[in-house]
């Protein structure tokens, strides 16, 4: 069956520490991988995706992702956390090829940043 | 630029009651939208989506129906409320076609009592 992993449920870092949030999938075939984050109450923003190409992404307020094929992770960093970085984190993947454009979700990490 | 659009923020509903939720999308036209129910600690449920006016997917059996009316119009709607039903329910959306960027609404928070 098709799964998403985020194994950890809560991260703690400290402002200006680096920070890296992991995900892994379990698919047929490579499918498209995304970031989203969520602050208390609010709805969930993109952050990055990978479609193909370089298997390093940028996204939005300094975050970046690495795809690793052969170890099925799309792991979400960002090299110095600010207080304001403090959400939860949602890693999600995509069937390439139709079907809805239906996005499969994991679990989620919340990050809590102390200061 | 496209903006979407949830309503009623917070809804507090007794067992047995009814329930309408209501996401319009503006900005765009003919997209995928989808209904989701985040529980606390679960991640996020896909619930129904829908690619058309008067096409609706469901992925989980549950209490709760969906439609849409119109195109950029999406409703959630339970006819007896459970306590089970208690949760922030989200709309997003994307452009239909090879488009997989989801945006998001900014949710309902949902308690049965």
């Known amino acids: 069956a098709q799964s998403v992993t985020q194994p950890d449920i809560h991260i703690t870092v400290s402002e200006g520490a680096s920070l890296e949030l992991r995900c892994n999938y379990s698919y047929g075939a490579t499918p498209y991988l995304f970031w989203y984050v969520q602050s208390p109450g609010q709805g969930l923003q993109l952050l990055l995706k990978y479609f193909s190409g370089d298997t390093l992404v940028q996204g939005i307020k300094g975050f970046e992702a690495e795809f690793k094929r052969s170890q099925s992770s799309f792991n979400l960093r960002k090299p110095s956390v600010h207080w304001s970085d403090a959400a939860e984190y949602f890693c999600a993947v995509a069937p390439r090829g139709g079907g809805g454009n239906k996005l499969t979700f994991g679990t989620g990490t919340q990050l809590k940043v102390e200061l | 630029s496209q903006t979407i659009h949830q309503w009623p923020a917070t809804l507090v509903q007794p067992v047995g009651s009814p329930l309408s939720l209501e996401c319009t999308v503006e900005g765009t036209s003919n997209p995928n939208l989808y209904w989701y129910r985040q529980a606390a600690g679960r991640g996020l449920q896909l619930l129904f989506y829908s690619v058309g006016i008067g096409q609706i997917s469901s992925e989980v059996p549950q209490n709760l129906s969906a439609s849409r009316p119109q195109d950029r119009q999406f409703i959630l709607s339970s006819k007896k409320l459970l306590l089970s039903d208690s949760g922030f329910y989200l709309c997003?959306?994307?452009?239909?076609?090879?488009?997989?960027?989801?945006?998001f609404g900014p949710g309902t928070r949902l308690t049965v009592t």
């Open positions: 997003a959306w994307i452009q239909g076609g090879g488009s997989y960027e989801q945006y």
